[in-house]
């Protein structure tokens, strides 16, 4: 590597050069037949032919989506409605509404751009580390097992996608030119999420660090290095997020994205650390039982490689000095980062974002000189191709229906689903206000009267927020509530108090249930608005409080997993 960043060791550069390596042309034809085979089993897996979407939306998408309706209509994210994400997700799907209008394919072809972005960039990283076809490998199992595993267009792939983009930056040669890049994609991505964007720049630090107690680098360039890196971050996330600022106000803009996150975010199950391991996939009927296969190897990749990747370079460094291993050093200490970014909930979808490094760390194992080295990538590649037929074939075989929705037609696989959008497709028009499940409010094109999507049974969701639900629903004409019979239990160890008491009230008094629809995790109803009922008693809105009173409550703030 070189540049005025400084110059690492350039022997193992030219011994790995030396190993065997497709022909530009060649790599380019294998560059394109991945990212091609990539992008057939994205689309069967994302749409019904000819080119009917799937609604992927139990997860964060949702939100995000709706959140991005909500200002395709005037609200104004932070002031309106809560967010403790940073805005750019919901910018980035703002635009497309903007350009293409309120469709149903957007998440899908989201999905596909992330998945082919991401597979491509680990090419061009692996192709570094791992010599001839087996440089493809990293991509193709991405895609039919990390990637495809969770099929949700939110947050954290993008940033995923932005980290692993700085990484291929650096990859090769390191210049300032090309540090300064690095240094703004990093800010990009904490631009979608916080916990990504700021691991996979300290990452980069740290492999400088790295490099400059190895006596690879002066302790100058070590410097200057950091200059390159940090400055454009800082500017990047600033000069994105200063609008937002002024728009919702400081005080709000920092209580959402910063203080909710350190005293509520974690009331939530899904967001501490007992989540691991604990979103098993549903293993019946018996050809779903690969997909516990897929499961645990997300779980036990993540950190395991890393670990066993340190280790490794202990005991072979000064033997195997034929290795990439300061581009090795680099990519595992991505990845370490990036999981260390979401340990503190490594669930299913965040250890999966952070497994793009690991992926190569184990192709690059698997590909290490030795016994069987050709049966080992044969029996890899014949994993894929298993994994992403079967993947694919799983869409026939059960039951679906077409559905014409506001945002377009989708085909839908879950019955309860179905029943759901249903029920309310047949009397409500886009445009109607309805609280409680952002998917049906995104689906179905429906207004939201409150500022909060929907409502949990812990600390999550804080009083004011049941304040102001109410007081849009006074507001507003409602004529539908959904209530979920989740949000009556009682809240986990750890998750604080129930709130939703004063909502769960007006409901009974103000509305009567005319829809239950039981799945096989909780109960489903939908409550419709009775007529000559007297309004309920508003309070005054409880102001937001100093941000350094820890015990403290905010206005106009909600919850999202």
Request: charged residues 15%; glycine residues 6%; aromatic residues 14%.
């Amino acid at each position: 590597m070189d540049g005025p960043a400084g110059n690492l060791r350039a022997s193992t550069k030219k011994d790995f050069e030396k190993m065997n390596h497709p022909s530009k042309e060649r790599s380019g034809l294998l560059t394109v037949s991945v990212l091609l085979g990539g992008f057939i089993f994205l689309y069967l897996s994302l749409f019904r032919l000819p080119a009917i979407p799937i609604p992927y939306l139990q997860g964060d998408s949702a939100t995000y989506l709706f959140n991005a309706s909500r200002m395709l209509h005037g609200q104004a994210i932070y002031r309106d409605f809560f967010e403790f994400t940073p805005p750019a997700t919901e910018v980035f799907y703002l635009i497309l509404f903007k350009i293409f209008g309120d469709r149903a394919w957007i998440p899908n072809g989201t999905l596909i751009l992330l998945g082919l972005s991401a597979a491509y960039l680990m090419i061009v990283i692996a192709r570094k580390v791992i010599p001839g076809k087996a440089a493809y490998l990293p991509a193709a199992l991405f895609l039919v097992v990390p990637f495809r595993s969770h099929l949700d267009a939110t947050h954290h792939w993008f940033s995923t996608v932005f980290a692993i983009a700085a990484l291929a930056v650096v990859i090769q040669r390191i210049t300032a030119m090309r540090l300064v890049v690095a240094g703004a994609l990093c800010g990009v991505a904490v631009c979608f999420t916080q916990s990504t964007g700021l691991p996979a720049l300290l990452a980069l630090g740290l492999f400088f660090l790295w490099a400059a107690a190895t006596r690879q680098m002066s302790w100058i360039n070590f410097r200057r290095a950091q200059l390159y890196l940090w400055s454009p971050f800082v500017i990047v996330a600033v000069l994105f997020n200063v609008y937002f600022v002024f728009s919702a106000g400081l005080k709000t803009f920092l209580f959402q994205t910063v203080v909710f996150g350190l005293r509520y975010w974690r009331s939530e199950h899904w967001n501490r650390f007992s989540v691991y391991m604990t979103d098993m996939p549903v293993l019946h009927p018996w050809y779903r039982l690969p997909v516990f296969a897929i499961w645990a190897s997300i779980y036990l990749l993540v950190p395991l490689i890393y670990i066993l990747f340190f280790v490794r370079y202990r005991d072979e460094k000064t033997e195997r000095t034929d290795m990439p291993w300061d581009r090795l050093v680099l990519i595992a200490l991505m990845g370490l980062m990036l999981f260390l970014g979401v340990a503190a909930a490594p669930s299913w979808l965040r250890v999966s974002c952070a497994a793009p490094p690991g992926v190569i760390l184990f192709v690059w194992f698997m590909n290490s000189p030795g016994r069987f080295l050709r049966i080992r990538t044969a029996a890899l590649w014949a994993i894929v191709i298993i994994l992403a037929v079967g993947e694919c074939g799983e869409r026939w075989m059960g039951w679906q229906q077409v559905v014409k929705l506001p945002i377009g037609r989708v085909v839908m696989y879950s019955r309860v689903e179905y029943q759901m959008v249903d029920f309310l497709l047949k009397d409500t028009k886009p445009g109607d206000y309805f609280f409680g499940n952002n998917v049906l409010n995104y689906l179905l094109d429906l207004r939201d009267p409150s500022p909060i999507p929907y409502v949990t049974s812990s600390d999550y969701t804080r009083p004011e927020q049941i304040q102001q639900t109410i007081q849009g629903l006074e507001k507003h004409d409602v004529k539908y509530i959904y209530w979920s019979s989740n949000f009556d239990m009682p809240p986990e160890a750890g998750g604080g108090s129930n709130h939703v008491a004063p909502l769960r009230a007006y409901l009974v008094s103000h509305y009567q249930r005319v829809k239950s629809i039981e799945g096989d995790d909780c109960s489903r109803s939908f409550w419709e608005k009775l007529s000559d009922v007297p309004p309920a008693p508003i309070p005054p809105p409880i102001p937001l409080p100093p941000l350094d009173q820890d015990e403290a409550s905010p206005a106009n703030t909600n919850g999202q997993n």
